[in-house]
């Protein structure tokens, strides 16, 4: 396993399940550093996994092989410039929505090897799916740890042109949120028929948990197919799915996956 010293600059809910996949993988802890403005937050990630934490970017990043770049996208460009003189040869990776690689550059004043990724929340559970670009002159070295680090707590898909991120941002970035709100629905659906909300939600959530898996499971099965197995011909199911396909649920997913695209394309021209 390489022994290159990490640090997260941001170290908030995603670095934490990054970190967290990576000692779990047995990483050494005493190669990883956080930064945060918030001393509760590094307290929680020093005592549970046992790393550097401190406030200072700057000296964390100059200590740094791969520096993680995990602020939200509006202060990037704030912190980057801050870490500009500590960055000389170091790997950096970015999780950020939105900003194109080319303006990183712009924002440290100098060029720097960069790497996009586009994780998700399930990484807390080492369930994440996490999207990855690197342009041409990235070496391989560079692609592999990355690739690790993001591998650590899920699986990852590298994309081969960057607006492709924000494809990976539609399907994979953003779509928990998808899943949590279709189940908010059918919750709310359930509590309207008098049924408890804790009630509501174990059966929603355990159906969600359960299709998930068969979807893992069965690879061979296409989605169609699996629906297919549920939906009795003239039965119960037969009634939900033709009022969600007459109710347009497709074109609105088209519909809400194209307008997550258009606000990182957006991003990408704001910051
Ligand atoms: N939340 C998601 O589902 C998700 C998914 C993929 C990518 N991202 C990206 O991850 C990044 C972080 O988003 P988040 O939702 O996890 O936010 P977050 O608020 O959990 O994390 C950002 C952290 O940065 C810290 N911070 C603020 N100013 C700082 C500074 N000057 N120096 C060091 N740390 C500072 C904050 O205290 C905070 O803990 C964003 O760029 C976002 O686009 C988020």
Known sequence: MTKAKICFIGAGNMPRAIIGGLVASGYDPQLIHATNPSAPKLDAMRADFGIHTSHDNLAAARDADVVVLSVKPQLMEAVC?????????????????????????????????????????????????????????????????????????????????????????????????????????MVEAGMALNMTEE??????????????????????????????????KGGTTAQAIATFEQGGLRPLVKQAMGNCIKRAEEMANTF
């Open 81 to 185: 410039r801050e870490l500009s003189p500590a960055i000389d040869k170091q790997l950096l990776i970015t999780i950020a929505a939105g900003i194109p690689e080319r303006r990183y550059h712009d924002y440290f004043g100098k060029q720097v090897k960069l790497i996009r990724t586009m994780p998700n929340t399930p990484m807390l559970l080492g369930l994440g799916m996490t999207g990855l670009y690197a342009p041409a002159k990235i070496g391989e070295a560079d692609r592999a740890l990355a690739g690790m680090l993001m591998q650590s707590c899920g699986d990852i898909l590298w994309v081969e042109k960057e607006e492709d991120i924000n494809k990976v941002i539609a399907l994979a970035g953003s779509s928990p949120a998808y899943f949590f709100l279709f189940v908010e629905a």
């Open 199 to 232: 009630a509501a939600r174990h059966l929603a959530q355990q159906a969600a948990v359960g299709a998930a898996a068969m979807m893992k499971a069965n690879p061979e099965q296409s989605l169609a197919q699996l629906r297919e197995a549920v939906t009795s």
